[in-house]
């Protein structure tokens, strides 16, 4: 079976449900399934006659809407293969932005691309200055009269996913049909996902967990799904909720930074007038989990009905289609104490709370149907002890084959087996897995290993540290590899930042055992960002180095702070 035949299916067995857009509190717009898979044929259609061949790449740059549902099955019914692009966001530089839309255009030899009339006439002028022979069509006027579905395999390419590029350039992970259906079959069993579901995503529909965790998972499913363009929740988060209170959602997830956002933002007189009692399970993904914010979330919506058991913290990645691993649902968060310095080195050491050289690591589960997980040591060896750190590999039904036009990151991704590297670092205990940080986000200092999001953790829950605001980089200097901290805040005072500084060098050193070597304040936003919003650590050291060269007049730095290695 492929997309398209699923797509059918579900419009076939006339459930009533289909997809609806919510701008601010209200609902914009509606398609039923049968609808949707009546679209997707004339889309499908009118990119034939434009001389879309099955098997091309066709990029789609659209906001989050109905259009994008059709653009995207449309490709698909033509038996081409969608490329989704992140539109203009306000968490993205342009410059990043069309960085990105030149990487895909590039190695997916893209020569279509789905957008609408305003955003056409950005893009069209600045990605035809690179030579490349492409279109920029509006999906508005793309549709034929008549409808058209092509055959293609089960193992033929269905969609090109590029990675969020956090810690390198972004690269285009190749999914077909069937790795997509298996890992939506595999999220619907660890889920329990069903027709009588009710699905809100407020998510970037061109990122994995907005794509196949919300809009694929469920209208395969033929579960109303709720859409929200991320900039409505951005603005406000409690329009989420009241979405969630009036439409009756049962399944939803973000990211760790947005149930922040939603803590900070939605007061408790707010929360008196939402009912959150249908919300069965949440997903929290994408970022590191925080155990303790979920705790704060839990109590500060409970008057709203919310469950401490709707927390459902995921394991996943684009190079697994989406999800790897998903805990049993209707229980409690399971987490565990852990010594930092001896996780630096790859040995578990369990503690508790009260020790101040401990971190607090949440089960994201064990792995779903059709997927296995291994842990491999630093020597290549299979790890089977619970009390060893190792990096996550991943194989299965579910699991990429290679990246785009990139046989060297395939092979070096790929191994014996279709044994695929993760990058990230975990360990079991009882059989579940507990992620504690990414390989090549390691920062090392005078021989010792620490996480770069440790050190951003106790920097950014700071006061006057903005929210998610903080980046760690080791920077050589001429003694040797200092480490610094960016931190964003808007703070103007000049005693206030200088006070700002010393709490951001005693939190780290005092927690962590390492004492920055610089921190360097810069305005709110100025951190660099991927176009999902997350931190951009690939590139952290000549982003920081700009910066410290920069004239004191300059934009981006308004002030460092040197300090002594202890």
């Given at each position: 079976?492929?997309?398209t035949a699923a797509l059918r299916d579900v419009a076939e067995r006339g459930t009533g449900h289909?997809?609806?857009?919510?701008?601010?509190?209200?609902?914009?717009?509606?398609?039923?399934?049968?609808?949707?898979?009546?679209?997707?044929?004339?889309?499908?259609?009118?990119?034939?006659?434009?001389?879309?061949?099955?098997?091309?790449?066709?990029?789609?740059?659209?906001?989050?809407?109905?259009?994008?549902?059709?653009?995207?099955?449309?490709?698909?019914?033509?038996?081409?293969?969608?490329?989704?692009?992140?539109?203009?966001?306000?968490?993205?530089?342009?410059?990043?932005?069309?960085?990105?839309?030149?990487?895909?255009?590039?190695?997916?030899?893209?020569?279509?691309?789905?957008?609408?009339?305003?955003?056409?006439?950005?893009?069209?002028?600045?990605?035809?200055?690179?030579?490349?022979?492409?279109?920029?069509?509006?999906?508005?006027?793309?549709?034929?009269?008549?409808?058209?579905?092509?055959?293609?395999?089960?193992?033929?390419?269905?969609?090109?996913?590029?990675?969020?590029?956090?810690?390198?350039?972004?690269?285009?992970?190749?999914?077909?049909?069937?790795?997509?259906?298996?890992?939506?079959?595999?999220?619907?069993?660890?889920?329990?996902?069903?027709?009588?579901?009710?699905?809100?995503?407020?998510?970037?529909?061109?990122?994995?967990?907005?794509?196949?965790?919300?809009?694929?998972?469920?209208?395969?499913?033929?579960?109303?799904?709720?859409?929200?363009?991320?900039?409505?929740?951005?603005?406000?988060?409690?329009?989420?909720?009241?979405?969630?209170?009036?439409?009756?959602?049962?399944?939803?997830?973000?990211?760790?930074?947005?149930?922040?956002?939603?803590?900070?933002?939605?007061?408790?007189?707010?929360?008196?007038?939402?009912?959150?009692?249908?919300?069965?399970?949440?997903?929290?993904?994408?970022?590191?989990?925080?155990?303790?914010?979920?705790?704060?979330?839990?109590?500060?919506?409970?008057?709203?009905?919310?469950?401490?058991?709707?927390?459902?913290?995921?394991?996943?990645?684009?190079?697994?289609?989406?999800?790897?691993?998903?805990?049993?649902?209707?229980?409690?968060?399971?987490?565990?104490?852990?010594?930092?310095?001896?996780?630096?080195?790859?040995?578990?050491?369990?503690?508790?709370?009260?020790?101040?050289?401990?971190?607090?690591?949440?089960?994201?589960?064990?792995?779903?149907?059709?997927?296995?997980?291994?842990?491999?040591?630093?020597?290549?060896?299979?790890?089977?002890?619970?009390?060893?750190?190792?990096?996550?590999?991943?194989?299965?039904?579910?699991?990429?084959?290679?990246?785009?036009?990139?046989?060297?990151?395939?092979?070096?991704?790929v191994g014996d087996g279709g044994w695929v590297s993760t990058g990230d670092l975990a360990f079991?205990?009882?059989?579940?897995?507990?992620?504690?940080?990414?390989?090549?986000?390691?920062?090392?200092?005078?021989?010792?290993?620490?996480?770069?999001?440790?050190?951003?953790?106790?920097?950014?829950?700071?006061?006057?540290?903005?929210?998610?605001?903080?980046?760690?980089?080791?920077?050589?200097?001429?003694?040797?590899?200092?480490?610094?901290?960016?931190?964003?805040?808007?703070?103007?005072?000049?005693?206030?930042?200088?006070?700002?500084?010393?709490?951001?060098?005693?939190?780290?050193?005092?927690?962590?055992?390492?004492?920055?070597?610089?921190?360097?304040?810069?305005?709110?936003?100025?951190?660099?960002?991927?176009?999902?919003?997350?931190?951009?650590?690939?590139?952290?050291?000549?982003?920081?180095?700009?910066?410290?060269?920069?004239?004191?007049?300059?934009?981006?730095?308004?002030?460092?702070?040197?300090?002594?290695?202890?």
């Amino acid at each position: 079976m492929t997309l398209t035949a699923a797509l059918r299916d579900v419009a076939e067995r006339g459930t009533g449900h289909g997809v609806r857009l919510f701008r601010g509190d209200r609902e914009r717009e509606r398609a039923g399934f049968d609808e949707l898979y009546a679209q997707a044929g004339r889309v499908a259609c009118g990119l034939l006659e434009r001389g879309v061949r099955p098997g091309e790449r066709v990029a789609i740059a659209l906001p989050t809407s109905i259009d994008f549902a059709r653009a995207l099955f449309g490709v698909l019914a033509a038996g081409a293969v969608p490329v989704p692009v992140p539109p203009p966001a306000r968490f993205a530089s342009l410059e990043i932005h069309m960085r990105r839309i030149v990487i895909a255009m590039r190695q997916s030899k893209v020569r279509v691309v789905l957008s609408d009339a305003a955003l056409g006439s950005l893009l069209g002028p600045v990605l035809g200055g690179d030579g490349e022979e492409f279109r920029v069509l509006d999906i508005a006027a793309v549709p034929a009269s008549s409808a058209v579905y092509t055959d293609v395999g089960v193992d033929a390419p269905a969609l090109v996913q590029y990675t969020s590029g956090t810690s390198e350039d972004p690269k285009g992970v190749v999914l077909t049909h069937a790795n997509l259906l298996a890992n939506v079959e595999a999220i619907t069993k660890g889920i329990g996902l069903t027709d009588a579901d009710v699905g809100c995503c407020w998510l970037p529909l061109f990122h994995d967990m907005g794509l196949i965790g919300a809009l694929l998972s469920s209208v395969l499913a033929g579960a109303d799904t709720c859409l929200m363009p991320p900039e409505d929740f951005l603005r406000d988060p409690g329009r989420w909720l009241r979405v969630i209170s009036r439409q009756r959602v049962t399944l939803s997830a973000a990211p760790n930074s947005g149930y922040l956002h939603a803590l900070r933002k939605v007061p408790a007189e707010a929360v008196r007038e939402l009912d959150l009692s249908s919300w069965r399970l949440t997903l929290n993904g994408a970022e590191p989990v925080d155990a303790e914010l979920m705790r704060r979330f839990c109590a500060h919506f409970a008057p709203a009905g919310f469950r401490r058991t709707a927390f459902l913290p995921v394991y996943g990645l684009a190079e697994g289609s989406l999800a790897v691993t998903i805990p049993p649902t209707g229980r409690e968060v399971r987490s565990v104490w852990v010594r930092r310095d001896m996780l630096g080195e790859g040995i578990v050491e369990f503690g508790g709370p009260d020790s101040g050289h401990c971190r607090e690591i949440v089960s994201v589960g064990v792995p779903v149907t059709g997927t296995e997980v291994r842990l491999v040591g630093e020597g290549g060896g299979v790890l089977h002890s619970d009390a060893a750190v190792g990096e996550i590999h991943i194989r299965g039904a579910s699991v990429m084959r290679g990246y785009e036009a990139n046989e060297p990151a395939t092979r070096a991704t790929v191994g014996d087996g279709g044994w695929v590297s993760t990058g990230d670092l975990a360990f079991r205990k009882n059989g579940e897995l507990y992620v504690a940080g990414r390989k090549k986000e390691m920062i090392i200092v005078f021989g010792q290993n620490y996480y770069a999001s440790d050190i951003e953790s106790v920097a950014g829950r700071l006061p006057g540290v903005a929210h998610h605001g903080a980046l760690a980089a080791t920077v050589p200097f001429a003694d040797g590899d200092g480490l610094v901290v960016m931190v964003e805040t808007r703070e103007t005072e000049p005693y206030a930042r200088s006070e700002l500084v010393s709490r951001v060098r005693y939190a780290v050193s005092s927690e962590l055992g390492i004492t920055p070597r610089e921190v360097l304040l810069v305005r709110k936003g100025r951190l660099p960002r991927t176009s999902s919003g997350k931190l951009l650590r690939h590139g952290a050291r000549a982003v920081y180095e700009q910066w410290a060269s920069a004239s004191p007049d300059a934009e981006q730095p308004l002030t460092t702070d040197q300090a002594t290695v202890e």
